[in-house]
Nanobody, 122 residues
């Protein structure tokens, strides 16, 4: 069973920063695309960012220029650096692995983390 373990969420004031991490339990993910999704109460889960196996990235429009997704294949870990946070960024953030990176979108794979809560106060 593959596990994705997220960390780094929390409560932060608007304008602040957080760094989310997602560690995969299996080294084979170094060859797979990965991504971050988020879901706010009463809303559908939406893509935040995706990264290909080679390090190419895509972002949802509202986070472009503020969020950065990256990966460390040696540590089987993907990161989401979130700067200039806004209250509308508040959500449960999920890591996803084994998806499909098309160049313009990241389609989720079958593996999801448990989610980490991000709350941005105004």
């Amino acid at each position: 069973q593959v596990q994705l373990v997220e960390s780094g969420g929390g409560l932060v004031q608007a304008g602040g920063s957080l760094r989310l991490s997602c560690a995969a339990s299996r080294s084979t993910f170094s060859g797979n695309a990965m991504g971050w999704y988020r879901q706010a109460p009463g809303k559908q889960r939406e893509l935040v960012a995706g990264v290909s196996s080679g390090g190419n990235t895509i972002y949802e429009d509202s986070v472009k220029g503020r969020f950065t997704i990256s990966r460390d294949n040696a540590k089987n870990t993907v990161f989401l650096q979130m700067n200039s946070l806004k209250p509308e960024d508040s959500a449960l953030y999920y890591c996803n692995a084994d998806g499909y990176y098309s160049g313009s979108y990241y389609y989720p794979g079958r593996y999801w983390g448990q989610g980490t809560q991000v709350t941005v106060s105004s």
